[in-house]
């Protein structure tokens, strides 16, 4: 039983960290063509001057808000790899004192760390859950009261006038709501891999053979 919810945890955080890494491929895709167009804008001005300006290609100009899209999409990639890292252990870790301690004491090290973990997860996931649901300017009603009472009208006022990014003008709460669903897939996996540890350390020779790596090291 524990060894088939293992592999589905790992598959859901493998397909997640994928799904993750079409983030990193739209910022390094935006940032190789904005510095293509920034460079072939500066020699077309160097060869043709203010005539330049006057052609129907006069137009050529670095990707507009290339900071605030490249910032998003490695943020989505870093959210969505944080199920993985934790299940993997790929957390970063100093272990220059593991080797002498015994096998008994690194699995109570394994269990502490994997429980403040989970805290962490808990206290991002309601933060991300405040920025979402946090009462607007110059109102006293929280958002998800509105939702459950059905004031639809009210919602979608406040949805409008949300805040937005400063070059963009993107809406920000959807992004909030991605970061969120990532956290909270975050913390499950969290709560997983302390019943992992607890199972290891109650049953050693149940952990041994989990086929996890043991992460990165310092």
């Not at 943020?75 to 096998?103: C, N």
């Not at 406040?158 to 909030?176: M, N």
């Amino acid at each position: 039983m524990f060894a088939v919810l293992d592999r589905w945890m790992e598959r859901g955080a493998a397909g997640i960290a994928l799904v993750g890494g079409l983030g990193l491929i739209l910022a390094i895709s935006v940032t190789c063509l904005s510095v293509v167009l920034k460079l072939v804008r500066r020699s077309l001005d160097a060869v043709l001057g203010r005539y330049f300006e006057t052609v129907p290609w006069g137009g050529i100009r670095p990707v507009l808000g290339e900071e605030e899209l490249v910032s998003f999409a490695v943020g989505f990639a870093l959210f969505a790899a944080l199920p993985w890292v934790m299940l993997k252990k790929g957390h970063i870790r100093i272990d220059l004192l593991e080797p002498w301690f015994g096998a008994r004491l690194n699995r109570w090290l394994d269990l502490i760390g994997d429980l403040a973990l989970t805290v962490i997860a808990y206290l991002i996931m309601t933060q991300q859950w405040y920025l979402i649901f946090k009462k607007a300017r110059r109102s006293q009603d929280p958002l998800l009261d509105l939702v459950f009472a059905g004031d639809w009208a009210t919602v979608l006022e406040r949805v409008r006038v949300r805040d937005e990014s400063q070059i963009l003008g993107l809406k920000l709460w959807p992004l909030h709501i991605v970061a969120e669903v990532c956290v909270i897939l975050f913390f499950i996996t969290a709560v997983y891999c302390c019943l992992r540890s607890a199972r290891a350390l109650l049953r050693p020779s149940a952990g041994s053979g989990n086929g996890t790596g043991e992460g990165g090291h310092v």
